[in-house]
């Protein structure tokens, strides 16, 4: 069993940078892939980004690619998500996920195969 809690949310102009954390609870945090993901209201939740469980390999959307940076400290049990020149589309709520995997680069994008969650975390960049 794994407890995720984010946190870092808050609100920003378009063009600032906000830091998210996620917490993992438990003594094996090294055997999941981390996945951040959003949601806005009234849309489906969507694929922001993902390192694997040995932080050497990370992916991204296409519309976070080149502003949003995941890592992790596997002795601190910590993923965060530094996100920079925010825009208003970036306006969302973000979970972390986690997903067992054993291949130390193994990285997941499908919501659906992650085995937690954390509660999420409000972000709200105005124009």
């Known amino acids: 069993q794994v407890q995720l809690v984010e946190s870092g949310g808050g609100s920003v102009q378009a063009g600032g940078s906000l830091r998210l954390s996620c917490a993992a609870s438990?003594?094996?945090?090294?055997?999941?892939?981390m996945g951040w993901f959003r949601q806005a209201p009234g849309k489906e939740r969507e694929f922001v980004g993902v390192?694997?469980?040995?932080?050497?390999?990370?992916i991204y959307a296409d519309s976070v690619k080149g502003r949003f940076t995941i890592s992790r400290d596997n002795a601190k049990n910590t993923v965060d998500l530094q996100m920079n020149s925010l825009k208003p589309e970036d306006t969302a709520s973000y979970y972390c996920a986690a997903r067992a995997v054993l291949d130390t680069l193994v990285v997941v994008t499908n919501p659906a195969r992650y085995d937690y969650w954390g509660q999420g975390t409000q972000v709200t960049v105005s124009s």
């Open positions: 438990g003594r094996t945090f090294s055997s999941y892939a």
């Open positions: 390192i694997s469980r040995s932080g050497g390999r990370t």
